[in-house]
């Protein structure tokens, strides 16, 4: 089956770097709303609906807070609504602190469909022809925070089943809680630190080594660069056009045909995904 | 109980530092300002207000920002103040760019390392508008004070000026 997933990693890479990188310096509502909404439904169609409404419910409430935050330091703006402590709070600012909250949903959304899509080993598998030491760094920098995660749950749960937690006393819940999550930060420092050792011990950043290919290009995954490079180019010579600003004055929101190219290539993803799903049932409804 | 009583408490009290210490106000309130009256027996104190630097260096200014730049580059002329008791040059700031309906956004002295008041913008031209080494200097009486604007305690007949620099203060006669 080709979709999204099994594309080349080294296209996954720069999908998401390039994503990132527009979505960043152009500062677009419009391009920050599409490329969220890409992110659910990648994350739909790799994980399960509860999952996605757990982060959802926990990226909406970093949100909340981002909006709030924003709104107390940031005084910037020609439309005042309120002044707090003689600074004004205006419409503005709480435009963009929407922004600023979707760029960090879009990022974290990202992280989560990255875990799903680009695992570890497919991370030091594009790496490994270039740079081995490169690829098992990132893939363990990737790889922390879910470790952290899994670990951090699996002694949750052994220690309830224990009655680690069995107090009336909030506090010291809360306590145990920390102590577990403490634990397993250093678990997974000294895990990342130990499986570094493992992997040089057998010899993996040696040169002349023979590499099984497990991926390769293929149509899907040169449409999805051509895109992405046309959305690269599209940035560099249209970023001053496109380059959208909240202050002092909100810049209007436009449609413009070079918006389209970077749309374009944000929900290409949502396309091959569609495609190989449709391949998929045509393959098991011949079996 | 106990504890999560106490841990109740912890969070009243949180929100009662939160909002005592913050003063919300409408917009009208907030304009709503009396002039004071100047007579021959008030002492009185002059502020400007200018971002003439910027006229030569227009290139450095964001476009967005160039319609927010008076043609002169003056943002306030040399008005005359009257001189309220312990007056400091931001108290002097703040009045004016209220009565004035000029905007300004500054970070309070407990919220940096020099226990003085930081104007960030007036009239929307933030610090780094207009380049790298760009931002907003005080004068008093033709010289730049080496104090923060919040602890410079004016006296009769000073003279303040705030100047955008483009190039930190070099440009209007300031040290680098």
Known sequence: ?287 | MKKDFLLVVCIALLIAIFFSGTKIQSVEQYESVTKDTITEETPIVYLSIDARSIKKNEKLLKPELLKYMPSDGVILKKTAYVLRKNDTAFDLLLRATRQNKIQMEYQGATDNSFNSVYVQGINYLYEFSAGSNSGWMYRVNESFPNKGISRYKLKEGDVVALQYTTNLGNDIGGRQ
């Open chain 1, 1 to 287: 089956m080709k979709n999204f997933k099994e594309l080349h990693p080294s296209v996954l890479i720069i999908y998401y770097l390039i994503c990132i990188i527009v979505i960043s310096l152009l500062n677009e509502p419009q391009l920050v709303s599409i490329a969220c909404l890409t992110m659910i439904i990648l994350l739909l169609s790799y994980s399960t609906l509860q999952h996605v409404l757990n982060e959802l419910v926990f990226i909406v409430s970093l949100t909340l807070l981002i909006v709030i935050g924003f709104l107390y330091f940031y005084h910037n703006g020609i439309t005042p609504m309120f002044y707090l402590n003689d600074l004004p709070v205006t419409v503005e600012v709480l435009k963009y602190s929407m922004f600023t909250a979707l760029l960090v949903a879009f990022f974290l959304l990202s992280i989560q469909v990255m875990i799903h899509t680009l695992p570890s080993n497919r991370i030091i598998y594009v790496f490994t022809a270039f740079i081995p030491t490169v690829g098992v760094f990132l893939a363990l920098c990737i790889r922390f925070i879910p470790t952290i995660k899994e670990h951090y749950k699996e002694r949750v749960e052994v220690q309830k089943i224990n009655g680690y937690f069995a107090t009336k006393s909030r506090f010291d819940r809360y306590f145990a809680t920390l102590q577990l999550l403490a634990d397993s930060i250093f678990w997974a420092l000294e895990n990342t630190f130990n499986k570094w050792t493992l992997i040089k011990t057998r010899a993996f950043n040696t040169s002349r080594r023979t590499t099984f290919k497990r991926f390769s290009f293929n149509g899907s995954a040169y449409s999805q660069l051509i895109l992405l490079l046309a959305a690269t180019i599209t940035l560099l010579f249209y970023w001053d056009e496109l380059r959208f600003y909240y202050f002092p004055e909100t810049k209007i929101i436009e449609q413009k045909s070079q918006h389209l190219v970077i749309i374009l290539a944000m929900v290409w993803p949502l396309f091959l995904e569609l495609k190989g799903r449709i391949t998929w049932f045509y393959y098991k409804s011949k079996m």
